[in-house]
């Protein structure tokens, strides 16, 4: 894993997003102190075991295609503001 003081890190951003794609994980320090792991999104995925997509995680809900639902609205006016 390669480790890249935060200050680097912000400054060459795109490299250490690009490293974490082609390489793995990179480190963030502070202080010579590890603060965080950047990794590429499919390694997120399968770590976090996030495999499906939002649209098939709602599609999944309970409330999924319903059509008794209402949604109460408030029907006051818009405030008034003086400019």
Request: charged share 30%; aromatic share 8%; proline share 4%.
């Amino acid at each position: 894993m390669q480790t890249w003081q935060m200050q680097t890190a912000k400054a060459r951003f795109s490299d250490v997003v690009r490293s974490a794609k082609q390489e793995g994980p990179q480190d963030i320090t502070v202080h010579g102190k590890s603060v965080a792991v950047v990794v590429s999104r499919e390694m997120f995925d399968r770590l976090s075991g996030n495999t499906e997509s939002l649209l098939e995680f709602m599609q999944k809900s309970p409330l999924y295609d319903r059509d008794d639902i209402e949604f109460e609205r408030d029907p006051s006016l818009a405030r008034e503001i003086a400019l």
